[in-house]
């Protein structure tokens, strides 16, 4: 349907999930579209593989744009997008900057100081589109909504990130996503980002699983494609984790499935997969 509508109506703007544009680039339908008449694409709520972008910008070159996917940050709270890659930092990967009207800043969770450039920290936002709170719930919307010491009021968005000097910031991780192996964090959004820029792999998500002595390890689900030898791919995984991270995050148990759980936005549900590896556990545990 997409197809035909890009054929007939010639749209000029897009934005959709990581998962939309990883469809795109699969449907057969897809093949003879012209792009040419997208003036911008956006991507948002999701983060988005670096090696996505790449893959898509190629498409839509090979497609006839000259547009590159551009990604942008926002959240309920503030009702619409934040910060987003303009034309000029379209190349890079990351959040990009705060619209005209917005502020962003990166601050330690625990003391709320801002952090230097390059450091990472909570990713907190305040501007006009802020919200007044959540509907009779004061004390979500105090958690959520904090008065700092520059006399502003922020929301804390529970979302770990950093900012380049210039300005440009980027998203690692919720920060209730951060798993802690032997007391070390770890951040399944790198891992799956990394896992996901191997060719024979379709799609990854990390969670943290119970360990006897390291309190969690990490756990991978991927999804390969056809005709890739398993048994390389999880060889590939753990030596890529094992070069490009820290001991600590490389996977114990990597999982292949033939696909994911879905929310009903397209994002790979990490709850779901949670829960159905607990269920699995407690009924080993009970054998």
């Known amino acids: ?34 792009f040419s008449c997208f003036k911008a694409l956006f991507c948002g709520g999701d983060s988005l593989p670096a090696e996505l972008k790449v893959r898509f910008d190629q498409f839509l070159r090979a497609h006839g744009s000259s547009c590159k996917l551009r990604e942008g940050f926002g959240l309920t709270e503030t009702v619409t997008v934040c910060s987003l890659t303009h034309e000029v930092s379209s190349d890079r990967h990351g959040i990009g900057v705060p619209l005209s009207c917005m502020e962003m800043k990166i601050v330690d969770p625990a003391t709320k100081a801002v952090l230097p450039d390059g450091e990472t920290g909570e990713i907190c936002v305040t501007g006009p589109t802020v919200m007044k709170g959540y509907l009779n719930d004061p004390e979500a919307t105090a958690k959520a909504l904090v008065l700092h010491d520059d006399g502003k009021v922020w929301v804390e968005t529970g979302d770990l990130g950093q900012r380049d000097t210039d300005g440009f910031y980027h998203f690692i991780s919720r920060i209730k996503r951060m798993i802690k192996v032997s007391g070390v964090p770890v951040y399944p959004s790198q891992i799956e980002t990394i896992v996901s820029e191997l060719p024979e792999v379709l799609k990854a998500a990390a969670i943290g699983i119970p360990h006897p002595y390291k309190m969690q390890v990490v756990k991978v689900f991927v999804s390969v494609r056809e005709g890739a030898d398993r048994a390389e791919v999880e060889k590939k995984i753990k030596d890529t984790i094992g070069a490009r991270m820290l001991r600590y995050a490389i996977p114990e148990e990597i999982e292949f499935v033939d696909a994911f759980p879905l929310t009903a936005v397209g994002k790979i549900d990490i709850k779901v997969l949670e829960e159905i590896e607990r269920e699995k556990r407690n009924a080993d545990n009970n054998k």
């Open 1 to 34: 349907k997409l197809a035909a509508i890009i054929k007939k109506q010639r749209p000029t703007l897009m934005a959709g999930v990581p998962t939309l544009y990883e469809a795109i680039l699969h449907s057969e339908a897809m093949a003879d579209v012209d």
